[in-house]
């Protein structure tokens, strides 16, 4: 449980590949390979922290030791492989310590641990170009038979501030199971240049001496998350260990929440306002700053919010809530690998991971070793081995109040025309559907509009499919005097059937008074058809250049898009 929570704490040649998977209005994202390989990998505010995993032999003995390194958006290795031996995650900078390797940045800082032999730890913090900011350099010394030092762990930094463990040890015989060995914990916080501004109480240092027996309770500070971090009881009886939340202080040393008593047995750092928390049945819900818990501890493991969305699990399902409990994404997926970042979150089913959008589109197909959380503009994805590089696809500049209109389309303009000229105002408040098929009553009722909505001689109305109150009604009487259409036959206007290519010009020639066409014909275009010489006229007009250079596809359904195209070449 801690581990899942604790995940989205942390936070070359290429072959492009796009994929507009989804729905027409969903996240459309570039998949990039590299020629970098690892086999796991954190997203750092936009950075790649990769791991290569270390070997054994078949008797279990190191062959080689776990890699890390630290990748560009770009594809570039920043810092390149090292062996090391601990993994870190991030917070706003600085990255603690836990059981594999890589590094981790944001803000620009760095933070390296190494594992430089069996005891020694080594605090090196570095900016995004790899100059060492501050260290904390582990020391040792023989005193007699006695081996004397001190040594190091980093917390992640938050709001500037990281936690430092120090850690003090005496070992007789140079062992930590001689019968007088002891070691101590002391911690402070430190601010961006390695000075402390804060020592932690003497309660929060950590004595442990072997063959002291009896109960032994000390506290202990987690990260910081938004200016508060929290704080625990950590009980020693014998070899048992027990921790349980007492509340969260401020970078000054003051609590400001209280949550002794609770009953929880766990919480995590504040993150968009809430903080997670394990109730004593092992669920997870979610508090806010005064301490509320405004989300029940009902589901089975989670993520941290962000962007006021959070992953959690339920029933051996993953899905997505919002900070009012409401469902977002359903529970259908079998893992998540952190919550929503960018409107993105990565999802598992059948052992394999995507990106998965608000709507629940799958915008990064499901068949990657590992997915990583969309920060900084990047996320990064691992298969067979190599790392692949996904970034959004640049949103089209859309035009006339329509999100499916897209700057530099053919009808654009058109459209916009048709709007600001009230022929159309889209089949919705935010979608003009350019691409659907046009109806024979959308399109009299364009042109008639077009024209100035003249009001017919007559009401006279020969078509039975055809009533008064009926959008198109009076475009329809006005068309059939003026000769523009007589009706798919003498009762039927057929008002809602498709209009074709043919139609939709034969009618704009009709409108414009039947003039002679000047423009050049197709081959598919015979002479002596109803919609010959409308052709001719509309291809010398400018209006039509064909569905091809060499067709007119007569009997094809004219779309929306091309009809408001027809009438503003016509009428513009």
Request: charge should be negative.
């Amino acid at each position: 449980m801690k581990k899942v929570l604790s995940l989205l704490l942390t936070a070359c040649l290429f072959a492009a590949l796009s994929l507009p998977a989804g729905a027409a209005d969903s996240v459309k994202v570039t998949v990039a390979k590299t020629g970098v390989k690892a086999d796991s990998v954190f997203n750092c505010q936009g950075y790649g922290s990769l791991v290569a995993a270390g070997e054994t032999d078949k008797d279990g003995a190191v062959v080689s030791r776990p890699q890390a390194a630290l990748l560009d958006k770009e594809g570039r290795l920043v810092f390149p492989y090292r062996e090391t031996y601990n993994q870190f995650y991030y917070e706003d900078g600085v990255v603690s310590l836990t059981s594999n390797s890589s590094y981790t940045i944001a803000a620009d800082l760095l933070v390296v641990q190494d594992d430089l032999g069996e005891t020694d730890l080594n605090l090196y913090y570095y900016d995004i170009n790899g100059n060492k900011l501050f260290s904390f350099i582990d020391t040792e010394s023989t005193e007699g038979e006695t081996a004397v030092g001190t040594s190091y762990l980093g917390g992640p930094m938050e709001d500037g501030l990281v936690l430092v463990m120090e850690r003090s040890y005496a070992f007789s015989d140079g062992s930590s199971e001689g019968d007088n060995s002891s070691e101590q914990w002391s911690a402070y916080v430190v601010d961006k240049t390695g000075q402390p501004v804060l020592e932690l109480p003497a309660d929060f240092s950590t004595v442990i001496a072997s063959g002291a027996g009896g109960i032994d309770t000390k506290k202990s500070l987690d990260p910081f998350g938004e200016g508060l971090a929290a704080f625990f009881a950590n009980t020693y009886e014998g070899e048992d260990f027990t921790s349980q939340p007492m509340g969260y202080m401020n970078a000054k040393g003051e609590t400001v929440l209280d949550l002794s008593g609770r009953g929880y047995t766990n919480t995590g750092a504040f993150q968009d306002g809430l903080a997670w928390v394990i109730d004593g049945n092992g669920k997870v819900g979610f508090i806010d700053k005064s301490g509320q818990e405004v989300i029940a501890c009902t589901y089975s493991s989670g993520y941290p919010f962000c962007d006021g969305i959070a992953a959690v699990e339920k029933n051996g399902k993953w899905g997505c809530i919002d900070k009012e409990n409401h469902v977002v994404v359903p529970f259908v997926y079998d893992d998540a690998y952190g919550s929503m970042s960018e409107d993105l979150v990565p999802m598992g089913k059948n052992g394999k991971y995507g990106l998965v959008d608000r709507q629940n589109n799958i915008v990064l197909p499901m068949e990657y070793d590992d997915v990583s959380t969309f920060e900084g503009g990047v996320a990064y994805a691992i298969k067979d081995g190599y790392v692949y590089i996904v970034t959004k696809q640049a949103p089209r500049p859309t035009v006339g109040g329509f999100d499916d209109v897209f700057e530099g389309e053919y009808y654009a303009e058109p459209v916009k025309w048709a709007v600001e000229n009230k022929i159309t105002a889209g089949e919705t408040d935010t979608t003009f559907a350019p691409g659907k098929t046009c109806t024979r009553g959308q399109i009299v009722t364009f042109l008639w509009r077009a024209n100035g909505e003249p009001e017919p001689a007559s009401a006279a109305n020969p078509f039975t499919d055809v009533k008064a109150g009926d959008y198109y009604y009076k475009a329809m009487l006005w068309a059939k005097e003026k000769g523009i259409t007589s009706g798919t036959d003498d009762t039927h206007f057929s008002p809602n059937a498709a209009c074709s290519r043919a139609q939709a010009v034969t009618f704009l020639w009709r409108a414009n008074g039947e003039p002679v066409g000047t423009g050049s014909t197709f081959g598919d275009v015979k002479d002596g058809e109803y919609y010959t010489e409308a052709v001719k006229w509309a291809t010398g007009e400018g209006i039509t250049a064909g569905d091809t250079s060499t067709t007119f596809a007569p009997n094809k359904n004219c779309t929306r898009g091309q009809i408001v195209t027809f009438l503003y070449r016509d009428k513009a």
